[in-house]
């Protein structure tokens, strides 16, 4: 069945530094590839998404690139912020899933910057 | 635009007592999603209602159930609570689109926790 998998945390980085959040997938055909972000004690919001391979999602400073022959969709920002730590997590839609549609998860990578 | 709601924000029950949780989507959206986020698990798909009728369910046992009302907010319903329905409950909308997965703009949740 179609499944994310998503880089363990949590991940703690300095102010400004460089961040990668690893998140690859399996699924028959194209699915769309979303990012989300949580930030403490609230729900989840759209960070960016993708919707067909080589489509670059971008929002905030992050982005994340879509790319079939890896199936990845990694999460990149090149200089984070305190503002930045939250639960981050990526996950797809299955296309034409009809009635089966649902959007499927990782279990989330929590970030931690410190100033 | 007004986002999704979620009430209410927090619930405390005791085991077998009923929870009723309460969500409404976006204005023109028509599909309503729920998730459980419990501590560890990451997010579980629930159900998925659209256009009043339950269209997908997640591996979730009976006592979990819900109705999509004509206005398309919805309600979920918890009977005979388990310590373990202990967790968040994200409420998610979108729009329908028969082929395609729309994406799900999610509310604050409710944090239901089971004494």
């Known amino acids: 069945g179609n499944s994310v998998t998503q880089m363990e945390g949590p991940v703690t980085l300095s102010e400004e530094a460089f961040l990668t959040i690893n998140c690859t997938y399996t699924?028959?055909?194209?699915?769309?590839l979303f990012w989300y972000v949580q930030y403490p004690g609230e729900g989840l919001q759209l960070l960016l998404k993708?919707?067909?391979a080589d489509d670059k999602g971008s929002n905030k400073g992050f982005e994340a690139t879509y790319r079939k022959e890896t199936t990845s969709f990694h999460l990149e920002k090149g200089s984070v912020q305190v503002s930045d730590s939250a639960v981050y997590f990526c996950a797809l839609s299955e296309p034409y899933a009809g009635n089966n549609r649902k959007l499927i998860w990782g279990l989330g990578t929590s970030l931690a910057v410190n100033p | 635009e007004a986002g999704v709601t979620q009430s209410p924000t927090h619930l405390i029950k005791t085991r077998g007592q009923q929870a009723t949780l309460r969500c409404s989507p976006i204005s023109g959206h028509t599909s309503v999603y729920w998730y459980q986020q419990a501590l560890g698990l990451g997010l579980q798909f629930l159900l998925w209602?659209?256009?009043?009728?339950?269209?997908n369910r997640g591996n979730f046992p009976p006592r979990f159930s819900g109705r999509q009302f004509p206005n398309y907010s919805s309600e979920l319903n918890v009977n005979a609570l388990e310590l373990e329905d202990s967790a968040l409950y994200l409420c998610?909308?979108?729009?329908?689109?028969?082929?395609?997965?729309?994406?799900?703009?999610f509310g604050p949740g409710t944090r239901l926790l089971v004494l």
């Open positions: 209602y659209d256009e009043g009728e339950e269209r």
């Open positions: 993708a919707t067909k």
């Open positions: 998610a909308s979108s729009y329908t689109d028969r082929g395609s997965q729309e994406t799900q703009y």
């Open positions: 699924a028959t055909g194209y699915p769309s």
